[in-house]
């Protein structure tokens, strides 16, 4: 059997009318005349057959039975307010987890990380330092920012940015042993932020493959090279994306004009299913366009006082 309602717009008029204990302020509220209101808390109370408000003073007051009556109203319209906010704000809250390679995480997204928090107050984030490629296919992480050469397969990714690598430097290490020409290297502990392949690549542009350097310190991965870089332990390759805060404060300098294209780039990376929800979407399109506002800005130059004429590769 159909449950029997009341109409919408005269239970909205009640229930104004009772929040503010007039039918003015319930008219304003509602954008209508205060006739208007009157006659809907009229039509409401003839199709129940109950008296709802009764007049004291300069105040309505409700009746015993508008009493019993506006909980399961009130309710009713906070339920439909909250079911409505979620249908057309989707995206812009709820959890998300992304995985970001380390250097990147800590150089580039997390000083970039208030802007994105201020936007959208209601996403909850865990940011997750990490390049493991099984992230990728893990269920519960939502997105990957990853280093790597494009190769994922089963998943959708997007190249984020392309980088180049050169050289950098702590200030202080420079003016206490300054490095006037690419042999100078040689008096530097050489840091490596991986195998030793983009070191390769930059030293072979620079037509300086033999060189040697008075030490090397291995790390984990480049956010650590560059904080040793930072610190004054030595020469570290420092890139066009993760480094460019860190130039721009001078924290770190780069003394060679000498860049050259890493051989590989940063990628979204997400599983497809993951990639249809909007809460995803929308940390996409945030990324992307923070990315185009900092190449906006030409954050990082490499423009070093030491000129090095780069290689060309030998005709086969």
Same mark, same amino acid.
């Given at each position: 059997?159909? &449950?029997?309602?009341?109409?919408?717009n005269?239970l909205?008029?009640?229930e104004?009318?009772?929040r /503010?204990g007039? %039918?003015?302020k319930? +008219?304003g509220?509602? /954008?209508?005349?205060h006739?208007? @209101?009157?006659h809907?808390?009229r039509?409401?109370?003839?199709s129940?057959?109950?008296?709802l408000?009764e007049r004291v !003073?300069?105040?309505?007051k409700?009746?015993?039975? !508008?009493?019993e009556?506006?909980? +399961?109203v009130s309710?009713a319209? #906070?339920g439909i307010?909250?079911a409505?906010?979620r249908?057309?704000r989707?995206?812009?809250?709820g959890?998300?987890?992304?995985?970001? $390679?380390?250097? %990147?995480l800590s150089?580039?997204?997390?000083?970039?990380?208030?802007n994105?928090t201020? *936007?959208?107050? =209601?996403?909850a984030? *865990?940011?997750?330092?990490?390049?493991?490629?099984? #992230? $990728?296919?893990?269920? =519960?992480? #939502?997105i990957?920012?990853?280093?790597?050469?494009g190769g994922?397969t089963d998943?959708?990714? &997007?190249k984020?940015?392309s980088i180049?690598?050169f050289?950098v430097v702590?200030?202080?290490? @420079?003016?206490?042993?300054p490095?006037?020409?690419?042999r100078?290297?040689? =008096? /530097?502990?050489r840091?490596? !932020?991986? #195998?030793g392949?983009?070191?390769?690549i930059?030293?072979?542009?620079a037509?300086?493959?033999?060189?040697?350097?008075a030490?090397?310190l291995?790390?984990s =991965?480049a956010q650590?090279?560059?904080?040793?870089?930072?610190?004054?332990?030595?020469?570290a390759?420092g890139?066009t994306?993760?480094?460019?805060?860190l130039?721009a404060?001078?924290?770190?300098?780069s003394?060679?004009?000498l860049?050259?294209?890493a051989?590989d780039?940063?990628?979204?990376?997400?599983?497809?299913?993951?990639?249809?929800?909007?809460?995803?979407?929308?940390?996409?399109d945030?990324l992307?366009?923070e990315r185009?506002?900092?190449?906006?800005?030409?954050e990082?130059? $490499?423009?070093?006082q030491?000129?090095i004429? &780069?290689?060309r590769?030998? &005709?086969?």
């Open positions: 059997m159909t &449950k029997r309602l009341p109409p919408l005269p909205r008029a009640f104004a009318t009772a /503010h007039s %039918l003015s319930a +008219a509220e509602l /954008h209508v005349t006739g208007a @209101i009157s809907q808390i039509a409401l109370e003839l129940l057959g109950v008296k408000f !003073g300069q105040r309505l409700l009746t015993a039975q !508008g009493a009556l506006l909980p +399961a309710s319209f #906070d307010a909250a409505t906010a249908m057309t989707p995206s812009s809250s959890s998300l987890v992304v995985s970001c $390679v380390p250097a %990147l150089l580039w997204l997390i000083p970039r990380l208030g994105f201020a *936007r959208y107050p =209601d996403v984030l *865990r940011l997750i330092a990490s390049n493991d490629p099984q #992230d $990728v296919r893990a269920a =519960d992480i #939502d990957c920012v990853h280093y790597g050469d994922w998943c959708w990714f &997007k984020w940015s180049e690598l050289p702590s200030p202080t290490l @420079i003016n206490n042993r490095i006037r020409t690419i100078d290297l040689a =008096d /530097h502990t840091l490596h !932020g991986d #195998d392949r983009e070191w390769h930059w030293l072979a542009a037509d300086a493959l033999g060189l040697k350097p030490r090397e291995r790390l =991965d650590l090279s560059t904080e040793a870089a930072v610190h004054g332990n030595g020469v390759l890139d994306v993760t480094a460019s805060g130039l404060r001078g924290q770190l300098v003394p060679f004009n860049s050259v294209p051989v780039a940063f990628y979204v990376v997400c599983r497809t299913e993951a990639r249809a929800t909007p809460i995803v979407q929308l940390f996409i945030w992307f366009a185009e506002e900092a190449l906006g800005r030409v990082t130059t $490499v423009a070093g030491i000129s004429r &780069k290689r590769p030998q &005709k086969g």
